[in-house]
């Protein structure tokens, strides 16, 4: 017998008068290893006995005269209870005993034998499930003593969101059911496929968008201009090798029309205005966290501004911040609110109609009427209502397009 610890002994026989004797430590090491198999197994009875929720039921046979039961898992039971004595006094049936600020239920069913009832091969029932506890609940019900009924375990939810970065929040307004296959299936966006005509594989909206914003985060605010062109070409390139001459063209020609707008000389004003500024805040249980692409604080008030690279076409900017950037809008609204200002701006730039800025300012009496569509919005996500709304944007380099989704196709059918 050994011990991990080193210690080690055994038993061998004498060899003159053949009595087994214990030789080194086996007496210590026995002791040793029967203390930690006990250790062991009153471990194993805290762990099975703690996992209960509702209704703990512990059951066993125990001759109260027998040293060795008092080792099983019923007598342990029992001597924690001090009820040890009980057992021989009660009556077969339920009894209450109570041990401080606890009641427990003591049900005892003595051995009595009984003699074995003649039956006939008639008599004898089809063999079935045992029906086990009925004897204990209908006599708990004679001592008026009930227990109640376990509660219905709801079903868990599809989708229990615990964190949501504002560009999460913007997918699910732009399209729900991408949202699922990306923040709940975990699907990746797809890459772009390389185009037949130019041999180019090109941006995905969503890269083309990326691009802009970290050339805008490396143009100073209070001197906007735009980088010598080639310059511009190699850094995005840098990022983006897939790049196509027409992709550079337009997102050049973003940086250059932020740089010549009237928003770009207002910021370049703002002494205190900050490029990508994070914030982070929590409602019903969820953070909401991200970061803002420009933030300017001024005593109470705030300006927080968004630049967005969408492809418009005929499309009214200020249409699509209501029907996509609702939520991410009061987002950053209650962002800037939670942190002591009164009065929050927050400006939407589209780069492709810079001087179009879509605007909009809230006060800290706003704040409940903006938490509670927050909670709204956040109450959508939770209840696993996602269905596509393609676009563009959307459809882009969606996962689920042309596998489980239409996409464009669902707007021809409609």
Request: hydrophobic share 40%; with cysteine; charged share 30%.
């Amino acid at each position: 017998m050994a011990l991990s610890d080193g210690r080690f002994g055994f038993r061998m026989v004498h060899p003159t008068r053949g009595e087994r004797k214990p030789v080194f430590d086996y007496d210590d090491v026995r002791d040793a290893a029967k203390e930690r198999g006990q250790a062991e197994r009153l471990r194993l009875y805290y762990v099975a006995m703690t996992r209960a929720i509702d209704r703990l039921i512990v059951s066993g046979a125990i001759d109260p005269e027998r040293a060795a039961d008092r080792e099983t898992p019923i007598g342990w039971v029992l001597e924690r209870l001090a009820a040890q004595d009980v057992v021989g006094v009660v009556s077969d049936g339920p009894t209450e005993i109570e041990r401080g600020d606890a009641r427990f239920l003591l049900a005892v069913d003595k051995y009595a034998p009984t003699p074995e009832p003649l039956h006939t091969a008639e008599d004898v029932p089809e063999p079935g499930q045992l029906v086990l506890f009925d004897e204990l609940f209908a006599s708990t019900t004679r001592q008026g003593i009930e227990l109640p009924a376990l509660a219905e375990i709801a079903a868990a939810p599809l989708h229990d969101v615990r964190r949501l970065s504002y560009s999460a929040l913007a997918l699910f307004e732009r399209c729900s059911y991408r949202y699922f296959a990306e923040r709940v299936l975990g699907l990746r966006p797809r890459a772009r496929e390389t185009s037949e005509s130019s041999g180019e594989r090109g941006l995905a909206a969503t890269e083309l968008g990326d691009a802009v914003h970290r050339l805008l985060e490396l143009i100073p605010l209070d001197q906007p201009a735009p980088p010598p062109r080639a310059d511009l070409d190699a850094t995005v390139r840098e990022w983006y090798p897939e790049a196509t001459s027409a992709e550079l063209e337009r997102i050049s020609g973003m940086i250059d029309a932020y740089c010549a707008s009237e928003l770009a000389q207002r910021i370049a004003l703002l002494p205190a205005a900050r490029p990508e500024r994070p914030f982070a805040f929590e409602h019903d249980g969820v953070l909401l966290h991200g970061r803002l692409d420009v933030l300017w604080r001024g005593g109470e008030k705030a300006l927080v501004v968004d630049y967005k690279s969408n492809a418009l076409a005929d499309a009214d900017p200020a249409s699509i911040v209501e029907s996509e950037y609702k939520v991410q809008r009061l987002v950053y609204a209650l962002a800037c609110l939670r942190d002591s200002a009164e009065e929050v701006e927050v400006a939407y730039q589209f780069l492709e109609r810079p001087d179009d800025v879509v605007s909009a300012v809230f006060s800290a009496a706003d704040a409940p009427e903006l938490e509670s569509e927050l909670s709204d919005a956040i109450a959508r996500i939770r209840a696993g209502d996602f269905h596509p709304t393609p676009s563009e944007l959307a459809c882009s380099d969606c996962p689920a397009l042309d596998l489980v989704c239409a996409g464009p196709g669902l707007r021809v059918e409609r």
